[in-house]
C-alpha cells in the first residue's frame, strides 16, 4: 500500500510503464526488436561479406516489410506458413515489378492493377488483409528502381535471405502471445452470464418470491460489468481485430452477441410487472443455457480445446427449447375469459413471458454459442483454408466464398472499394510523377503516399503536414548524427540498430510524426553505411515525401471528400434498411398465405443482403475509429447504432428460427386476426426502421418511435382464443409461435427509443 506525501511531486512513470500504457501488449515494441535484430545483420551480411549493395537493399527492406509490417495470429504453425506464402508472393511481385518498371506506361498500369487486387483482395481473405501494406512494399521497391533483368536474381536473393531470417526470428524471437485480445473477457461474459442465469432459474423455484433476490441482483451487475468490461476493450483496443483472422471475426460478432444477450437478460415488457407462474421448462432452459456458456467460456480460454462438449450441450439446448414449446402450449389459457382493458389484454400475453424470455435467452446463447465453436474451428483449421478464407462448416467452397464476398464490396458506397481505388490509383500516380519529374529514390515517393494516405482529404492534409514536419525534424537528426560521426562509419553500424528500434516503435507509441523522424534517421543511417556522408540525401528524403503527400491529397479530394462520418452514416442507413427488409422477410416467411404457389418468401436473400450491409458497415465504422481529427458522434453513441444492426438481424434471426421447423402448421395462421395482427405490427416496426435509415442517410429527422397498440393486442388475443385452438379448446403450437413471433417484433421495437437518442445526438452537433 502506498501512502501519498503532501507536497510531494508524483514520481515519473518507469519506462516499461510508460511503453505498456502507450503499446498495450507490447506489439509494436515485439516487432520493432525482431527488426532491429535481423535488419542490420542482414544488410551487413549482403553489404560487406557478398559486396551486393542490391542484395543489402532488398534484405534490409524485405525484413522490414516480413518483420515489422506483419504479425499473423494462430498457432506457430500456421504463422510460419504464413510467412512463408509472404516470402513466396514478395519474389512473385519483385519478378513483376522488375520486368514492367523500365517502361513508364506499362510500370503504371500494373502498378494500378496490383495495387488494387492486393488492397481488395482483403475482402477474400483476412490473411491477404493484414500482409496488404508488405506486399505492396514488395512490387513497389523494384517498380521504382529499373534495373537490367541481369540484377533480378540478386533481388530475390536478398528477399530469400530475409525471408529464411524471419521464419526463425518469428517463433524464437518474443513470439506474439497466442491469446486473442478479446478471448478472456468474453469468456468472463460467458461465466458471469452463467450465474446470472442459474440465479434467475434458482428464483423460479417456487420458494417464494423473495428468494434469492439479492443473489439474482448481485449476478446481474455482475454480468453488467462483465458486458461492459468486453465493449470496452472491444472500442479501446488500437487495432480492429476484424482485418486479421476467421477466428477474430467471430470474435468480434461475438462481442456484438454478448451485448446483446446482457440487454436480453435486463430487459422487460414494459406492461408486465411480476412474472407469472414459473414454467418448469423455461427454468431448465436457462439451466442448460447456463451450461452452453460454461462451455463457451472454456474454449475461449484455450482455443486448442475439443469443441465436442460445447455442440453437445447446444443440441441439448436445441431439444429442451422444442420441448418448452410444446410445454407452453398447456400454460396458455385459451379456454379462459379475457376482459376488455389493456391489462387485463397484456396479462394474458404475459402467460408466455417467462418461456418466450427463456426461448429469446437460449436462441441468443446458441447464436453466442455458434460463434465461438466457428472461432475454435477456425482457429484449428489447416492453412490452406486460412490463406484462403473459407470459413469452417460453409456449405460452398473457397472460390464461391470469395465470390460472395468480393460482390459484396463491388458498389460505390463500400469503403474497402473506395480504400483500394484511392490505393491504386494514388500508387499509380506518384509511379507517374516520380518518372517525369526523374526524382531521385522515387521509392520513397509511393512509400510516402502509402504513408499519408487516410480517409479523407483533411485528415491526410493533417497526415502531409505531419509527415512533412517528421521528415525535416528527422533529417536535421541524420545530418546531426552524420556531422558527430563525420567519416567514422564504424558508429553508425552501432546506431542502426537502434534507429529501426525506434522507428518501430514511435508510430505506435508516440505519434505518427515522431515515427515519420525516426523512419527518415533510419533511412539516413542505412544509406550512408560504408561511403562518405551524403547530406543531398536529406534535401531528396523532404522532397519525395512532400511529392508523396500532395499526390495523396489530391487522390483523397477525388474518391473521399467528406471522410469516414459520411461514409458510416451511408453504411448505417444501408444496414437498417438491409435489416428492416429482413425482418419482414422473416415474418412473411412466419405467417404468408400458405396458398400462395409461389409459396411464402424465404428469407435467404434478405438474410444474405443484411449480413454483406452488415460487414460494409463493420468496415466503415473501423475507418470510422482509427480517423484522426474529432469526432462528429461520440464513440458511444455510434457503437450504440452499429450494436443495433446487430440486435435488428438476430430479432430477424430467431423468427425465422421459431418457424423453420413448424412445416405444415404455418397454415393455421392464415387468414386470422392474429396473423393479420403481427403482420400489421411487423409493417409499423419495420416502417420505422426504414424511415430511422432515412433519417440518418439524408439527415432528415428521426421518427417517433411506435407506440403500444393495446387494440392490435386485443385482436391477437381472441383470434387466439377463437381461431387457434384445438377441439378441446386448448391452445395450439401455431398460437404459442404467433405470440413468440410479437415478442421478437416488440423486441425490436423496444429498441427504437435507444437508438433516436443516440442518432438525436448526431442530429444536435
Known amino acids: 500500500m502506498s501512502v501519498r506525501i503532501p507536497g510531494r511531486i508524483p514520481a515519473a512513470p518507469r519506462p516499461p510503464t510508460w511503453l505498456r500504457d502507450h503499446d498495450p501488449d507490447l506489439a509494436a515494441t515485439r516487432r ?9 545483420a542482414l544488410f551487413a551480411l549482403c553489404g560487406q561479406v557478398f559486396h551486393s549493395p542490391t542484395m543489402a537493399s532488398f534484405a534490409a527492406f524485405g525484413s522490414f516489410s516480413m518483420l515489422l509490417l506483419v504479425d499473423f495470429s494462430g498457432p506457430m504453425t500456421e504463422r510460419l506458413r504464413a510467412q512463408a506464402g509472404l516470402a513466396v508472393a514478395w519474389g512473385v511481385l519483385i519478378c513483376l515489378g522488375t520486368l514492367v518498371a523500365r517502361t513508364t506506361w506499362l510500370a503504371v498500369v500494373t502498378t494500378l492493377l496490383v495495387g488494387f487486387a492486393v488492397l481488395f483482395s482483403g475482402v477474400v481473405s483476412s490473411v491477404l488483409a493484414g500482409s496488404s501494406t508488405a506486399l505492396l512494399l514488395a512490387f513497389v521497391l523494384p517498380v521504382t528502381t529499373p534495373v537490367p533483368l541481369s540484377l533480378l536474381p540478386e533481388r530475390l536473393a536478398g528477399a530469400g535471405l530475409a525471408a529464411a531470417a524471419a521464419l526463425p526470428a518469428v517463433c524464437l524471437l518474443w513470439p506474439r502471445p497466442v491469446a486473442d485480445p478479446l478471448s478472456a473477457p468474453a469468456a468472463r461474459v460467458c461465466r458471469t452470464a452463467a450465474v446470472h442465469l442459474r440465479a434467475d432459474a434458482s428464483g423460479l423455484g417456487g420458494r417464494g418470491p423473495g428468494t434469492g433476490a439479492a443473489r439474482r441482483r448481485s449476478a446481474a451487475d455482475r454480468t453488467a460489468e462483465a458486458g461492459a468490461a468486453l465493449r470496452s476493450a472491444f472500442d479501446e483496443t488500437p487495432y480492429r481485430p476484424t482485418g486479421l483472422s476467421t477466428t477474430s471475426r467471430a470474435l468480434v460478432r461475438l462481442v456484438d452477441e454478448l451485448t446483446w444477450l446482457t440487454t436480453i437478460l435486463v430487459d422487460r415488457p414494459a406492461y408486465t410487472d411480476e412474472p407469472p407462474p414459473c414454467d418448469p421448462a423455461a427454468r431448465t432452459v436457462r439451466l442448460v443455457a447456463a451450461d452452453v456458456l460454461d462451455h463457451a467460456a472454456g474454449l475461449l480460454t484455450d482455443l486448442r480445446g475439443d469443441p465436442g462438449p460445447l455442440r453437445t450441450s447446444m443440441a441439448e439446448l436445441r431439444e429442451t427449447m422444442r420441448g418448452m414449446e410444446e410445454s407452453s402450449t398447456v400454460r396458455l389459457p385459451a379456454d379462459h375469459p379475457v376482459g376488455d382493458s389493456a391489462a387485463e389484454i397484456y396479462g394474458f400475453l404475459a402467460t408466455l413471458d417467462l418461456s418466450f424470455r427463456a426461448q429469446e435467452l437460449g436462441f441468443a446463447v446458441l447464436q453466442a454459442a455458434g460463434n465461438v465453436d466457428l472461432a475454435a474451428t477456425a482457429w484449428q483449421r489447416p492453412w490452406p483454408d486460412r490463406l484462403l478464407g473459407r470459413v469452417p462448416g460453409a456449405r460452398t467452397g473457397p472460390p464461391a466464398l470469395a465470390r460472395e464476398r468480393a460482390a459484396a464490396h463491388l458498389g460505390l458506397g463500400s469503403v474497402w472499394l473506395r480504400n483500394s481505388l484511392r490505393g491504386a490509383v494514388g500508387l499509380a500516380i506518384a509511379v507517374l510523377l516520380a518518372d517525369l519529374t526523374g526524382v531521385q529514390h522515387s521509392f520513397w515517393v509511393l512509400l510516402g503516399t502509402l504513408s499519408v494516405l487516410r480517409s479523407n482529404a483533411l485528415s491526410t492534409g493533417q497526415n502531409a503536414l505531419r509527415a512533412v514536419l517528421g521528415t525535416v525534424a528527422g533529417s536535421f537528426a541524420g545530418a546531426g548524427l552524420l556531422h558527430l560521426t563525420g567519416h567514422h562509419g564504424t558508429a553508425l553500424w552501432f546506431l542502426l540498430p537502434l534507429a529501426v528500434l525506434v522507428a518501430g516503435i514511435a508510430p505506435a507509441a508516440v505519434s505518427f510524426t515522431a515515427g515519420q ?238 437508438l433516436a437518442a443516440a442518432a438525436q445526438g448526431d442530429a444536435d452537433r
Open 32 to 40: 520493432a526488436g525482431r527488426t532491429a535484430i535481423v535488419m542490420p
Open 517 to 754: 523522424a525516426a523512419f527518415t534517421v533510419t533511412l539516413v543511417v542505412l544509406f550512408n553505411i560504408g561511403r562518405n556522408p551524403d547530406w543531398h540525401i536529406v534535401l531528396f528524403r523532404v522532397q519525395d515525401i512532400a511529392l508523396g503527400c500532395a499526390v495523396s491529397i489530391v487522390v483523397a479530394l477525388f474518391f473521399w471528400p467528406r471522410g469516414a462520418a459520411a461514409a458510416v452514416h451511408g453504411a448505417l442507413a444501408e444496414a437498417y434498411s438491409a435489416g428492416a427488409r429482413y425482418l419482414a422477410d422473416a415474418v412473411r416467411f412466419a405467417l404468408g398465405p400458405s396458398d400462395d404457389p409461389a409459396g411464402a418468401p424465404t428469407p435467404e436473400r434478405g438474410n444474405r443482403e443484411a449480413a454483406a450491409s452488415a460487414r460494409r458497415l463493420d468496415d466503415a465504422f473501423r475507418t470510422y475509429v482509427t480517423e484522426r481529427g474529432a469526432k462528429p458522434l461520440p464513440l458511444a453513441d455510434m457503437t450504440a447504432l452499429v450494436t443495433g444492426v446487430a440486435a435488428l438481424r438476430l430479432a430477424a434471426d430467431a423468427v425465422v428460427s421459431l418457424w423453420q421447423g413448424a412445416g405444415p402448421a404455418r397454415g393455421d395462421a392464415d387468414r386470422t386476426d392474429a396473423h393479420r395482427a403481427v403482420l400489421g405490427a411487423a409493417s409499423r416496426v419495420t416502417e420505422w426502421y426504414g424511415g430511422f435509415a432515412a433519417s440518418l442517410g439524408r439527415g432528415t429527422p428521426v421518427p417517433d418511435p411506435v407506440p403500444l397498440r393495446p387494440e392490435a393486442a386485443s385482436r391477437l388475443v381472441e383470434s387466439v382464443r377463437g381461431d387457434l385452438v384445438d377441439g378441446c379448446g386448448q391452445a395450439t403450437a401455431t398460437a404459442v409461435r404467433i405470440i413468440w413471433t410479437g415478442d421478437h417484433i416488440d423486441v425490436a421495437r423496444r429498441l427504437q427509443p435507444g
